[in-house]
């Protein structure tokens, strides 16, 4: 009889463990904040609206900064972080450093949900909110961000150089790079219909335009009239060349007729895996906004911190 307690005693034991475990990493949910922070979808909602009626380009300088915070260590709020004396942060990476932009936008937004929400709601989730806002406000489709991130208490900018794929990349190595999180060539061809809004650096575009044979060239001459050969890295061309300020479908009718900014834009349509897909978006605008808010939601989920890991910062820019 005391060994079959025992045995009951452990297998309690193990049951509470694991049922601890769940508690402290915690599921998303888009009811996170219902009870706590209810008007935070409102807040973010409104402080977007006046960024984006300001300049239509922060719309998409915020989902980018989603973007590269999710595949440099999860979705964690760790771009937003300084450097400090026990880290070196990821806002100069190579691939953030005179290019990823909108930080002062979430810091208005966090002291916003700090005044009406005090402690509660994360940089991280703010973030994402505001990328599907972001997203919403210039035309784009919806969905129901999932929440309970908490931010990270660190940053790494040697993974932010290694983690983010580069405009020079291959169809191979961004199929790689998104693989690596756990996601599909198909979100990866999605999530890049985000190149339908904002714009790029000459720079990360100079060796498209000159080198590459896959691109119109009437289009290369276009873009060489304010991108030399030499010099003008920071001159910024649309990287969709008939909406750059709309959410739509027009990036991939770019790729079609080579009219890809990037390198790594064209790759999708270079003959290979994602020609096909790349047809379709161009064609079906539903079938591009249904896969993109589908794949938002899942890059979303890149190894978020949830129950006590992390903190929830009260300045998006450093740790408490």
């Known amino acids: 009889m005391a060994r079959v307690c025992g045995r009951i005693l452990a297998l309690c034991f193990v049951v509470a463990v694991l049922a601890a475990a769940g508690v402290a990493h915690g599921q998303l949910s888009p009811t996170f904040y219902n009870t706590t922070c209810?008007?935070?979808?409102?807040?973010?909602?409104?402080?977007?609206?006046?960024?984006?009626?300001?300049?239509?380009?922060?719309?998409?300088?915020?989902?980018?900064?989603?973007?590269?915070?999710?595949?440099?260590?999860?979705?964690?709020?760790?771009?937003?972080?300084?450097?400090?004396?026990?880290?070196?942060?990821?806002?100069?990476?190579?691939?953030?450093?005179?290019?990823?932009?909108?930080?002062?936008?979430?810091?208005?937004?966090k002291s916003n949900v700090e005044a009406a929400c005090k402690a509660t709601v994360s940089c991280a989730d703010i973030l994402a909110v505001a990328a599907r806002d972001a997203v919403v406000l210039l035309g784009g489709p919806t969905w129901k961000v999932e929440l309970g991130r908490r931010d990270a208490t660190t940053a790494s900018q040697s993974a932010a150089n290694s983690n983010l794929p580069s405009p020079g990349s291959s169809l191979a190595q961004l199929i790689s790079a998104f693989s690596a999180k756990s996601l599909s060539a198909r979100d990866m061809t999605a999530l890049s219909g985000a190149h339908t809004i904002g714009q790029a650096r000459c720079a990360t575009f100079r060796s498209h335009i000159y080198n590459d044979a896959n691109v119109n060239a009437s289009f290369a001459s276009l873009r060489k009239m304010s991108c030399p050969s030499s010099g003008g890295d920071a001159t910024l061309a649309p990287l969709d060349v008939q909406s750059a300020t709309t959410f739509d479908n027009k990036y991939y009718q770019n790729l079609v007729v080579r009219q890809g900014l990037l390198h790594s834009d064209q790759e999708l349509f270079n003959n290979g895996t994602q020609d096909a897909l790349v047809r379709q978006y161009s064609s079906n605008t539903s079938a591009f906004s249904a896969d993109f808010a589908a794949a938002m939601v899942r890059m979303g989920a890149i190894s978020p911190l949830t129950g006590t890991r992390g903190q929830i910062r009260l300045n998006c820019s450093k740790v408490n």
Do not use: W
């Open 38 to 109: 209810s008007n935070l979808e409102g807040i973010v909602r409104s402080a977007m609206t006046q960024a984006v009626n300001k300049e239509a380009r922060m719309g998409a300088s915020i989902l980018r900064l989603f973007f590269h915070d999710c595949f440099v260590n999860g979705c964690d709020g760790s771009i937003l972080l300084d450097s400090t004396a026990n880290f070196t942060g990821e806002k100069n990476a190579g691939p953030n450093a005179n290019s990823v932009r909108g930080y002062d936008v979430i810091d208005t937004i």
